[in-house]
């Protein structure tokens, strides 16, 4: 392991079918008035939200709401909360959804008591929160962001066409804890199901396609790789199977919550393009994800030679004999297509809504960053873009 570190992730996990009843245990660490969170019904309509505000009742709890938000919150909607936030005096936040109302809860957690405009302090100018911080508490129904057990909270401005996460450093922005329980997330429509799920393979591949020295890291992510895409394709024909999904929830969390980035410089430029893709479509993050994802790794397969013929290899099973790097590198790609072919997930940005016309567009709204093995012109962001389109 390369470098210097620190690892701390203070979320507490509660996993599993009968995880809900700890809020019991959760609840009475926060002050009376809660702020509930969530989307745009899902909960409603599958009986969590009657479950949550029981144990919300029981606790004696004093409880605003903030419902309707978004997939990719935007920050109206958070000027919005941050209003509802203060006028009930917050002491805690509980968010019930997927990585978009656990992500809106972490932005609103540092913006309620912020003194200053929220999207230019966080999101323009990238700066540590300097207020209180409020707690945040999560059960999850959406499997794929890894947003339950990380400090990330990615807030689209719709009017100046960016779609920007920003990973806070400070460890107590993370959730207080979580709720995982597999069987909220089977009245996921297939859509979202297959779209969580690439976007847990694409945040493993951001951190693993990167650095050339021996790192237990990258050895962690070749395994959660493997579980995934077993588990995927047994969850991909019958959805309800538990074990399937319950893997491929654990998964999820382990991917992003700081673990297999350590001693890893990371690449993440997938997500660029893709939140560019979002920001200009707001179509489904993992979708975005994957319908940029081949035309990227093939561009600079090159330039990381080495790593790609790992991926083959290790995750995909090739067998490297009598082939040069290049061809078992390009075999594992080939796998990696099939399988995603196997999902259903979108294979190119126009299906996504995206078009020859918008490419300038999304090259503005794409965020250049070194990458894992090849730093990205203006020019090849643009190539790039426009091989992902049909
Ligand atoms: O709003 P409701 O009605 O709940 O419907 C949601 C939404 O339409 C639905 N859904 C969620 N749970 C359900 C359900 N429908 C039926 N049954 C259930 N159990 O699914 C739809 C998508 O939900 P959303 O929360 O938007 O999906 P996801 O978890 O993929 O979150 C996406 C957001 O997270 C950000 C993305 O950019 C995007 O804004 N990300 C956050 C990250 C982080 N914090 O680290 C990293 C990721 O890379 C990502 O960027
Ligand atoms: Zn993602």
Same mark, same amino acid.
């Given at each position: 392991?390369?470098?210097?570190?620190?690892? &701390?992730?203070?979320?507490?996990?509660?996993?599993?079918?009968?995880?809900?009843?700890?809020?019991?245990?959760?609840?009475?660490?926060?002050?009376?008035?809660?702020?509930?969170?969530?989307? *745009?019904?899902?909960?409603?309509?599958?009986?969590?939200?009657?479950? @949550? @505000?029981?144990?919300?009742?029981?606790?004696?709890?004093?409880?605003?709401?903030?419902?309707?938000?978004?997939?990719?919150?935007?920050?109206?909607?958070?000027?919005?909360?941050?209003?509802?936030?203060?006028?009930?005096?917050?002491?805690?936040?509980?968010?019930? *959804?997927?990585?978009?109302?656990?992500?809106?809860?972490?932005?609103?957690?540092?913006?309620?008591? &912020?003194?200053?405009?929220?999207?230019?302090?966080?999101?323009?100018?990238?700066?540590?929160?300097?207020?209180?911080?409020?707690?945040?508490?999560?059960?999850?129904?959406?499997?794929?962001?890894?947003?339950?057990?990380?400090?990330?909270?990615?807030?689209?401005?719709?009017?100046?066409?960016?779609?920007?996460?920003? @990973?806070? +450093?400070?460890?107590?922005?993370?959730?207080?804890?979580?709720?995982?329980?597999?069987?909220?997330?089977?009245?996921?429509?297939?859509?979202?199901?297959?779209?969580?799920?690439?976007?847990?393979?694409?945040?493993? &591949?951001?951190?693993?396609?990167? #650095?050339?020295?021996?790192?237990?890291?990258?050895?962690?992510?070749?395994?959660?790789?493997?579980?995934?895409?077993?588990?995927?394709?047994?969850?991909?024909?019958?959805?309800?199977?538990?074990?399937?999904?319950?893997?491929?929830?654990?998964?999820?969390?382990?991917?992003?919550?700081?673990?297999?980035?350590?001693?890893?410089?990371?690449?993440?430029?997938?997500?660029?393009?893709?939140?560019?893709?979002?920001?200009?479509?707001?179509?489904?993050?993992?979708?975005?994800?994957? +319908? @940029?994802?081949?035309?990227?790794?093939?561009?600079?397969?090159?330039? *990381?030679?080495?790593?790609?013929?790992?991926? +083959?290899?290790?995750?995909?099973?090739?067998?490297?004999? *009598?082939?040069?790097?290049?061809?078992?590198?390009?075999? #594992?790609?080939?796998?990696?297509? +099939?399988?995603?072919?196997?999902?259903?997930?979108?294979?190119?940005?126009?299906?996504?809504?995206?078009?020859?016309?918008?490419?300038?567009?999304?090259?503005?709204?794409?965020?250049?960053?070194?990458?894992?093995?090849?730093?990205?012109?203006?020019?090849?962001?643009?190539?790039?873009?426009?091989?992902?389109?049909?």
């Amino acid at each position: 392991m390369l470098g210097n570190f620190s690892y &701390c992730n203070p979320t507490k996990l509660y996993f599993g079918e009968d995880s809900l009843q700890y809020l019991n245990a959760e609840l009475p660490k926060y002050g009376k008035n809660v702020v509930l969170i969530y989307g *745009g019904g899902s909960i409603k309509k599958n009986g969590i939200y009657d479950d @949550v @505000v029981a144990y919300l009742e029981a606790a004696g709890k004093n409880v605003a709401e903030i419902p309707g938000v978004m997939p990719n919150p935007t920050l109206d909607k958070l000027y919005e909360g941050i209003k509802i936030a203060r006028a009930h005096k917050a002491d805690f936040l509980l968010a019930v *959804g997927g990585g978009s109302v656990c992500d809106y809860a972490k932005a609103l957690a540092v913006s309620v008591h &912020c003194k200053e405009d929220p999207w230019d302090k966080y999101y323009l100018r990238f700066e540590e929160p300097d207020c209180e911080i409020l707690p945040v508490g999560c059960v999850l129904t959406m499997v794929g962001t890894g947003s339950e057990m990380n400090a990330g909270a990615v807030i689209t401005n719709t009017a100046a066409r960016l779609k920007i996460g920003h @990973v806070f +450093a400070d460890e107590s922005i993370m959730p207080r804890f979580s709720i995982l329980n597999p069987k909220f997330t089977m009245t996921l429509p297939h859509y979202q199901m297959v779209a969580g799920i690439y976007d847990i393979f694409s945040h493993i &591949c951001e951190q693993y396609f990167s #650095g050339d020295d021996d790192n237990t890291s990258d050895y962690i992510s070749e395994a959660l790789l493997r579980s995934l895409i077993h588990s995927s394709r047994i969850a991909n024909k019958d959805p309800q199977d538990y074990e399937a999904r319950s893997n491929i929830m654990w998964t999820a969390t382990w991917a992003l919550n700081t673990l297999i980035s350590r001693g890893k410089s990371t690449d993440w430029m997938v997500h660029m393009l893709g939140q560019a893709v979002g920001a200009c479509t707001d179509a489904t993050h993992g979708m975005t994800l994957a +319908a @940029v994802s081949l035309p990227y790794y093939r561009y600079i397969m090159p330039y *990381g030679l080495h790593r790609f013929k790992r991926f +083959a290899v290790n995750v995909w099973g090739i067998d490297p004999a *009598g082939k040069t790097d290049e061809e078992t590198a390009l075999e #594992g790609l080939k796998a990696m297509e +099939a399988w995603m072919r196997e999902l259903g997930l979108a294979m190119d940005i126009s299906v996504l809504g995206a078009n020859e016309d918008m490419l300038e567009q999304l090259a503005d709204a794409t965020r250049l960053l070194p990458g894992g093995y090849k730093a990205l012109t203006r020019d090849e962001v643009i190539r790039i873009f426009k091989e992902s389109l049909a």
